[in-house]
Each structure stands twice: as C-alpha cells, then as structure tokens.
C-alpha cells in the first residue's frame, strides 16, 4: 500500500496512459479489469491507441497455441514503440507470462517486466522500477494479494466476477494447473462487498467465474451455496450466473439448493470434452459418458427448463472416428443448448504432450469440428424453435442501430438475454430502448435460429 501511495504522490501532475490487451477467457477479462482499476488510482488512464500509451500490457491466455502466438507476435511489434519513445513500459502479465518468463525476457529484450498470474496484481508495486535488467516475476508459492474491486468498476448490465482460481484437475491437456497453480477460493465477504459495489454501479447480473465453480470454498470450508445465498440477498441484483462446473462435482445437493435460489438462472455450463470413455480416460476427467449421462438426467429432474451448455475437444492424441461417433452420440442423447468446440492444441508442460503424439492431421481435426458443429447447430435450432409463441424473461444489455429496416420508428435493435443464457433481439425505437437498458421485460419470441432469439415487445 505505501508503494502504492508514493506513486500516487509523483504522478499527480502529469497524465499517463495505459493500453491493455487481453486475451483468452472471461476470467482475463475480469483480471484486466483488476489491473485497469489499480492504474486508474495512481493516476493513468485507458487509451485505446496503443501509440499514445505510456504502458504497454498484455494479459495472456496459455490455453490454446493460438492465443499465445497471437500475444507474442502483438508484443513483438511494440519493439518500434519503444524505439521511438524510451520511456515507454512494456509488461507481458498472465499466463504465458508464466509458462514462458524468462524466453521471453530472452527474445524480447525490451519488456519490462514479465508478471505471472499471481505477481500481476501487484503491478504498480514494479512501474518505477528502473533498471537495465527487467524484473522477471512468476512465483506460484503466494497467495493472492493486492487489487480489491472499487467503483471505477465497468457499470454494464452484466459482468463477471472470478470467485476461485487456479485449477487442482490436471486434465491431461490443460496447461491452467501449471500457470495457475491450485485452486484457491476468494474470501466470502470480499466477494459479497465487491458485488455490491457493482450493483451499487448500476450491475443488474454477475457472472461467478472460475475453472471449476463448483469446487468453490473446498480450501476455506464454505460452500458455493452458502455464497450464492449470501448474493441472491443483494437488493437490486437481478441474477447470478456460475461458470464453469466440472461434470464430476456437480451433484444433486448443488442442483436441489440452486433450485431454491431464486435469482440463480436456469442454465449450467458443464463441459463434457468427449463421448468416448477411452479418451475421458486418458484425458483424466474422472467420469465416463454413463455418468453425465446420469448427471443431465438429474439436472433436468429438478430443474426441467434448464439450458445445459458444454464444452468439446475434437483431434485429441489416438481419437479414432468411434471415438469421435461416440462423441457424437453423446451430443445427440444429451441435446445440450449449445457447445464451445475445439481443435486438441497440444501445450508443451501438459501430461498429454509429454505421453501422446499429435496423431490427428489438421484435415481430420478440421473435419471433425465442422460435422460437429453442424449437428449442434441443427440440436440448437430445434431447441430454440420451441421456444416461438413462449413468454421469456430477458434482461436487456445493450442497443445498437439496426443496419437494414424499413421501419424508421424502430430502427433501433435491442439485444439482452434469457435466464436460460439466449440471446434475445428485438426492434425498438431508441427511445424505448435506452429507458429498456438493464431492465427486466416479459416479451414474446416470434422467431429463432441456431444461435438467437428474436422478440416482439408487448
Ligand atoms: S478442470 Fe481440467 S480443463 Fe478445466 S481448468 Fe482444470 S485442468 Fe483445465
């Protein structure tokens, strides 16, 4: 905190800017957010022309190749920046931060500093760190200090709010269990403050994030539940959403006390990855396809307009097409609301790049997402056909111009949500939408396709 306040006192007479960019998941979105709000108090502010900026960061995401490539080129490129202004900072900051420190202080001689996923909180503690050396950072010993949420938080509708992070799964794919170490759970009344400090801002949904949400208090002896019933007390908070549940932890207590939650809404993310129990195995999920089979099942027992989204992998090492069929079948008795499909992308450190090979071609890997995908989009449009002539509660999000209308009056398209997580689009004229902004509103859907919903107002 003292650091804090004497960069606070140096900076008080001129302007600095920061650029961030962030990669990857919502839970680096939030993390940026976190970052932008400790800059803000020393006294930067937000720019989104990088050749203004005074700092330089990137929060990256290690999950997949191509984000970390994406990040790597995109820092590459500032070495011009720096050139021509040599006060100029630049921070490389999350996980491939982490995963890839001292390469990159290596092929980058002009970053600055190289923060991983824990260290970065503490960012301003390094801006006046003046040295040839740059200050390399990626302890995953600590816990977790530095940024709590203030009220420069953003004030949109919807926003997320991380309740646990890190990752104790060690999937044999996933690279988050060594750039993010164990699990570790925010405090309760850190958390139940924060959110209403966010609702006091005008947040009418929060978004609990986490790899694994469900696990949530394991290492501080509280339950996720007791949470979501301390928030669902918030005055002025309309819903709670929850990402991601790791299909092993979810079980009938958790489903039968969200049921009793009013302001949880009706949809649960819980990844399957694939269909084929051989590869589960291999991949270390710790279930089979006979058990979330079961666990779909449950869930809709209890809650039967639920919205079941998941996540795949197709092209993991020594997939066979009955590998892939039984993936396929899964989809097909599950039915879920809509997947999040990928390309197996092997991460140097993980347990699957160490014992497989990279067997699947590009062609087969491309090819298989594609005819995945496509029977997904033909499950989520019969799925949402159902819905045409039904009454739906949405929350209204955001307003844009409609491009092409004959109607003037209404030339104006409002988009928001179900408690189900569809998205809902209806026409409206600007006035009516700007009053409708974080509103809550009964309409009624007249027509839907594989991905949205579209309303007419009453
Ligand atoms: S549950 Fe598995 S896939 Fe998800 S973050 Fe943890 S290790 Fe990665």
């Not at 606070?8 to 007479?13: A, E, Q, S, T, V």
């Not at 490389?92 to 260290?119: H, R």
């Not at 993936?327 to 699957?352: H, M, Q, W």
């Not at 409609?402 to 398209?413: E, G, S, V």
Request: with cysteine.
């Amino acid at each position: 905190m003292i650091e804090i306040n004497i960069l606070k006192f140096k900076m008080k007479n001129f302007k600095k800017y920061v650029y961030i960019k962030t990669f990857g998941c919502q839970m680096n979105v939030y993390d940026s957010i976190l970052i932008s709000e400790g800059l803000l108090e020393i006294g930067y502010e937000l720019t989104e022309n990088i050749e203004t900026a005074d700092l330089i960061l990137f929060n990256t995401c290690a999950v997949r190749g191509l984000a970390e490539h994406k990040a790597l080129s995109e820092l590459g490129a500032t070495k011009k920046l720096k050139t021509k202004k040599p006060d100029l900072q630049i921070g490389m900051l999350g996980c491939v931060a982490q995963n890839l420190g001292k390469k990159i202080l290596k092929s980058y001689p002009f970053v600055d500093f190289v923060l991983g996923t824990k260290e970065m909180y503490k960012l301003p503690t390094y801006l006046n760190y003046k040295t040839d050396k740059a200050r390399l950072e990626v302890s995953l010993d600590n816990k977790i200090v530095g940024y709590k949420t203030k009220k420069n938080l953003p004030n949109s509708v919807s926003v997320f709010v991380t309740i646990i992070r890190g990752c104790s799964n060690f999937c044999s794919y996933c690279i988050v269990p060594f750039v993010r170490g164990k699990e570790e759970s925010r405090n309760i009344d850190e958390i139940f403050d924060e959110v209403k400090i966010l609702v006091g801002n005008g947040v009418k949904e929060i978004v609990l994030l986490g790899q694994n949400v469900n696990i949530y208090g394991k290492d501080i002896n509280i339950k996720l539940e007791s949470l979501l019933q301390k928030l669902n007390e918030i005055d002025g908070l309309y819903r709670i959403r929850y990402f991601t549940s790791h299909p092993k932890d979810v079980n009938e207590d958790f489903i039968k006390s969200i049921k009793s939650i009013p302001k949880i809404c009706e949809h649960i993310h819980i990844p399957f990855q694939s269909g084929s129990n051989r590869i589960l195995k291999s991949m270390n999920r710790k279930y089979t396809r006979e058990e979330y089979i079961e666990k779909v099942n449950m869930i809709r027992d209890y809650i039967p307009n639920i919205a079941i989204t998941t996540d795949i992998i197709v092209g993991y090492p020594t997939e066979t097409e009955k590998d892939f069929v039984d993936t396929l079948e899964l989809l097909k008795v599950c039915k879920l609301d809509n997947i999040y499909s990928f390309k197996y992308s092997p991460r140097a450190g993980t347990l699957s790049y160490k014992n497989l090979e990279d067997d699947i071609s590009k062609e087969i890997k491309e090819k298989r997402l594609e005819i995945l995908n496509n029977l997904e989009n033909e499950i989520s449009r019969q799925i949402n056909n159902s819905l045409i002539g039904t009454s739906q509660e949405v929350l209204w999000e955001n307003l844009k111009k409609t491009k092409t209308t004959l109607d003037i009056k209404n030339n104006f398209t409002i988009e928001g949500r179900t408690r189900t997580f569809k998205k809902v689009f209806a026409n409206t004229s600007i006035q009516n939408a700007e009053k409708s902004i974080g509103k809550l509103e009964v309409v009624e859907i007249k027509k839907a396709t594989a991905y949205s919903l579209t309303a007419e107002r009453k």
